[in-house]
């Protein structure tokens, strides 16, 4: 043992220790903080899709409107390459109303407060609108990009600017106008948000969009 502790005689001890993170989701083993947080992420992520496919199919929400004339935008969700078509009925007028009275006060520096415990905050340039709702700490939950128009340059930028791994490819721009969901590194510590965000990007996209198909 000592041995072990001192070879070749030396006067200090030599110990290594290694830590070892546990994932509660999986049970799986990380040497590093970083790398558990991205695996649960993933994990949530894989969760949550495979629950939304399923809602989806039991409520034939993801079947095409046959009147093609009705206005829609297409909604992405970069982290898992999940695509659709979103349409003004879809959209929970209550929470479209909410958040059309806090609309100008997003883009103040601190945001406003959506909801108990939860900020958002949004910036505007030409062709984009960015909204991000975060929790009290301001970890980003969900980032919503809400693009008119895009020759590729935009979404090649979400694309290689993300340090998540996404799902989706810089060379495959959605047809405008879009609605390209990012979730965050607070998606994982507010699963119980889940039960309204999609609602949220949906309200935030025909807000910015076309705010007419609301009215």
Sequence with gaps: ?????????????????????????????????????????????????????????RTGADVLHEDEEIPYLTHITLNTGQVRRIYPGEVDKQLYAAMKRVWKDSFKSEGVQLFEGYRFKSFQSRRVTVGTLCNGKGIPILTTNCCQWDDGTYWRILQNESW????????????????????GFGFMQHEDATAWTEDF??????????????I
Excluded: N
């Design 1 to 57: 043992m000592f041995g072990m502790l001192y070879p070749h005689d030396e006067e200090h001890a030599l110990v290594r220790i290694h830590l070892r993170f546990e994932c509660p989701f999986t049970g799986k083993l990380f040497g590093s903080m970083d790398e558990l947080v991205r695996a649960a992420i993933s994990h949530l992520i894989r969760e949550y899709t495979a629950e939304e496919q399923h809602d989806a199919e």
């Design 201 to 214: 990007s949906r309200c935030f996209g025909w807000l910015v969009l076309d705010a007419e198909q609301m």
């Design 164 to 183: 998540i791994p996404l799902a989706t490819q810089s060379s495959e721009p959605p047809p405008t106008p879009y609605v390209a969901d990012q979730l």
